[in-house]
């Protein structure tokens, strides 16, 4: 498995676009995988013939780790290439012959002069099979003596999961646990050699969140027991509610052994995938941003006046637009004038960045989950530009085309929840980002306008918009203008000529 990019340590592989047997070719595509976020399709770095496919379709496999055989052919063009022995008795070898160049003759190191030096034979010697007697080598000790042998230990020498020293992580895995502020010093790994795992950070957390908390008294999650107690504390003796008679409970026929479910059973899904990055960013979202929301009601009828003469405009011919298009235009503007909002804050040098442009995000909905792609420099496009981004992003959104790339480097978001016919919500701020705007649904609502000093109620287009932020960078004073000026935009859109 080839590195994705973006720091990811793991990936699942989607679909298989080879079979064994397959011959392919430089760049075609042998499988798509699946990152945090996004499919992406890994090409062939060689040329040759598919002989295996190592990993099933769903398994997630970590970087490095083998997915695929693949024969290029090259280990047998050599050995066919190579010349046959020459046996004997078979004629004379067809290779050319070459002489032996004799070896140079190498001074000799100072081991082997010693060596040589040892042997001083009496008187020179007259044949070659002479024997001379070895001279007498005199070693002195040098260095500290040699350690005597030690008793066995009478105490466990086990390192104990407290020592810091005996951490053993992975650096994803370490940052994960400073981020939910975990000391891994106190974790017990489960993996290999003890190395500690995502896992056991989250198992970490959620044991802490439970010691926080006060007892409210024992919680009865057996279904027997909770059967036994109501009908024993509460129901009528062979009563019961439901249509299935006395002794039943609540409905379930047979007592403390029948089945609740009626012999349906229970769908388990693997956590994997965006819904995996999604439910791990948010966790970091809320262990470590302060929330705070606010919310406002305005009548946005200028605004939706706006967008039906867009509409008819010849420039955006061929474009979807909607309300969304001027939502995201405030926000740019309201973020020019309030720039407290498009900061980050960086925990490790302990600072507040403040980001020279608006990478504005949009929270899409897909059938593979919560996809959040932004838009890089949105506050430097024009209203036609913007319209155009927001179309190309939602489409390769939809079709789960994006990149790592695409949705990294946000510095502030949009999520819409009136497209669901919700008037307002109190979302969850984007990775390190420090707010959120909310769109809330857009109805026909009694409004009190008042024209020529004179009160009427009317019939308006009315939202309630809502703004998350980051109370440790943004104060109530900030967060609150910028809710402000983007009602006023909204309100009426040719006050951003002011902005």
């Known amino acids: 498995m080839p590195d994705p990019g973006e720091g990811l340590v793991e990936a699942e592989i989607v679909a298989w676009r080879v079979a064994e047997g397959d011959i392919v070719e430089v760049n075609d595509v042998l499988v798509e995988i699946e990152t945090s976020k996004s499919l992406v399709e890994l090409p062939s770095p060689w040329a040759g013939t598919i002989k295996s496919l190592l990993v099933a379709e769903g398994t997630t496999v970590e970087v490095g780790a083998a997915i695929i055989e693949l024969d290029d052919g090259v280990a047998e063009s050599v050995e066919t290439e190579a010349p046959a022995p020459n046996l004997v008795g078979t004629g004379p070898s067809e290779a050319p012959r070459s002489r032996r160049r004799g070896r140079r003759r190498e001074e000799p190191s100072e081991v082997s002069q010693a060596i040589s030096d040892s042997y001083e034979p009496h008187e020179p010697g007259r044949r070659p099979d002479e024997v001379h007697p070895a001279g007498e080598v005199h070693a002195q000790p040098v260095g500290d003596p040699l350690p005597t042998a030690g008793k066995a230990p009478t105490e466990s020498t086990l390192v104990l999961a407290s020592d810091p020293t005996a951490v053993r992580a992975k650096p994803p895995i370490r940052k994960y646990a400073k981020d939910l502020g975990v000391d891994l010093g106190t974790v017990v790994g489960s993996g290999p050699d003890g190395t500690i795992t995502r896992a056991d950070v989250e198992a970490a957390v959620a044991f802490q969140r439970l010691a926080d908390e006060p007892r409210q008294g024992r919680i009865v999650n057996d279904h027997s027991t909770f059967q036994r107690e109501s009908r024993q504390d509460t129901f009528p003796p062979g009563g019961g509610y439901g249509p299935f008679g006395a002794g039943s409970g609540f409905g379930a026929g047979g007592g403390a052994q029948s089945d609740p479910f009626n012999g349906r059973q229970e ?233």
């Not at 496009?381 to 949705?407: H, M, T, W």
């Not at 026909?444 to 009427?456: A, F, I, L």
Request: proline share 5%.
């Open 267 to 499: 769908r388990r899904v693997p956590i994997r995938g965006v819904r995996k990055a999604t439910a791990e960013n948010l966790v970091r979202s809320v262990n470590t941003h302060v929330h705070v929301t606010e919310w406002i009601t305005i009548d946005v009828t200028p605004t939706m006046d706006f967008v039906e003469k867009l509409k008819n405009r010849r420039e955006f011919t061929g474009l979807r637009i909607s309300p969304l298009l001027v939502y995201a235009k405030a926000i740019c503007l309201a973020l020019a004038r309030n720039p407290d909002l498009n900061t980050s804050w960086d925990e490790e040098n302990q600072e507040i960045v403040y980001h020279p442009g608006v990478n504005l995000g949009v929270a899409a909905a897909t059938p593979r989950g919560l996809m959040v792609p932004n838009i890089k420099n949105a506050d430097q496009l024009s209203l036609i530009e913007l319209c155009r981004a927001i179309n190309q992003l939602v489409a390769v959104s939809r079709e789960g085309k994006l990149q790592p790339g695409d949705y990294t480097g946000g510095t502030f978001t949009i999520t819409n929840v009136g497209v669901f016919g919700v008037d307002a919500g109190t979302p969850i701020i984007n990775g390190n980002e420090s707010a959120i705007f909310c769109m809330g649904a857009i109805q026909r609502r009694p409004w009190v306008v008042e024209t020529n000093g004179v009160e009427e109620v009317v019939p308006r287009s009315v939202t309630t918009l809502a703004i998350a932020f980051d109370h440790r960078i943004i104060d109530g004073e900030q967060g609150s203008q910028f809710l402000h000026d983007v009602a006023e935009i909204l309100a009426e859109p040719a006050l951003a000529l002011l902005f």
